[in-house]
């Protein structure tokens, strides 16, 4: 832990502030943290930005409107949505730094010609490009709103909580003993004694201490008005989704043909060819020495025997024919009954799922049995299939070491990539010293 804090902090001075900051209640840093003061830029910031956006939008989308009766008013209405879409990406670049908001851009224009002319249809037809008018009409009054509100809970605390030190302003320049609270023709009331200078003071302390959690709820507004309106539309970043599904499906089904090239080609083919040239000699010394030809025919049969064998696993881990003729709990059981470690299976499904789905149930299975004999040193392991509504559930649990990662380039990164070609799930649950417990989430398709 030492050298933790040593390489994180440098100063061991530095190490202790940074303990006892963290010591404190949050409600008590929140005032003095950087995360606070970025919000609360972000408020103050928003009006001048938001009145600049408001005026712009308003101004050039009612001139491109008018215009619409000649040909003017299309190239200037194109202009003003494309000038929002400038602005939309200034505001997420804010929000970026100033919020911690990682919004990625929306979906371009997708034009089907070069010109001007098809520029200008793209942006019309964009739904971006009038959510980005929709964001700079809308975001005006809640600038004004929420610039008022940050800024007058904030002043206020401020000066509240630090009266004791500059009320002596009023008795020496005034002429009153203090902050004046109350006053009509015949009553006023100061600020002005020991006790009431410390009432307002803790007051200022409740405003100070309240100020960014209400600065904070503001900019959740704008987080949403920002994701909502600024950022790709649900459908556009549902494409890109089943875009990188489908390029992950493709590297991986590639990557099984490499594998069964090579298992075929270093295997199952290699002993052929070797079982064709012992056949081969045997033949030639079938007349000059039968005993010898006899011999090399049994290591023949011996060769066929192993090739059998290596055909035979490599088309159970493509798709075992005891997967297809009778289910998944037929081919776990199997495949349990393989593993080095003891294996409980218990699988509860009123039906059976898709064959792509049980396909990759089964592998995913067997790849978790597989990691458990190679890594986990464990002396039993649970496999539980479920479905819960539209899911299904896959659960293997072993009482190894732990450790397990799904991160970096892992064999748990490549099966948590081949689940979410799928709309799948892996949770890796695995603290060192144990227990594993590795849950996948497959969609159910019947």
Known sequence: MATEYG???????????????????????????????????????????SILLFTYAVTMVSLGAGLLITFLGVP???????????????????????????VADPEPLRMKKNGPMAWMGAVLKSGTSWRHLLYAVLHFPWAVFSFVVALSFWSYGWALLTYPLWFWVFPVYAGQGGLQLYGDQHHQIYLDNPFEITVTALIGLLFTLATPWIVRALTM????????????????TRVVELESDRGVVVDTAAADLRRIERDLHDGAQARLVALAMDLGL???????????????????????????????DLARGIHPAVLTDRGLDAALSSVASRCTVPV???????????????GIAYFTVSELLQNVSKHAQA???????????????????DNGVGGADASGGSGLAGLAGRLGAVDGILVVDSPVGGPTRITAELPWRG
């Open 7 to 49: 390489q994180g902090y440098g100063m061991h001075g530095t190490v202790a502030d940074e303990r006892t900051r963290r010591r404190l209640p949050t409600a008590l840093r929140a005032p003095v943290e950087a995360r606070s003061w970025r919000e609360l830029g972000y408020v103050l910031l928003s009006l001048p930005i």
């Open 76 to 102: 200037v209405l194109a202009g003003a949505l494309a000038g929002c879409r400038g602005f939309g990406a200034l505001e997420r670049a804010r929000a970026r730094g100033l919020l911690g908001l990682d």
């Open 221 to 236: 507004v704008d987080r949403v008005m920002v994701r909502g309106l600024l950022g790709p539309s649900t459908l556009a």
């Open 282 to 312: 045997a033949k030639e010394k079938l007349t000059e020495d039968p005993e010898a030809a006899a011999r090399m025919v049994g290591e023949a049969h011996g060769e066929v025997k192993t090739a059998l064998q290596e055909l035979r």
């Open 344 to 358: 409980q299976v218990e699988v509860d499904l009123p039906s059976r799922p898709a064959a792509a789905i049980e």
């Open 379 to 397: 002396t039993w392991v649970a496999v539980d299939v479920w479905r819960v509504e539209n899911r299904l559930m896959l659960q293997v649990v």
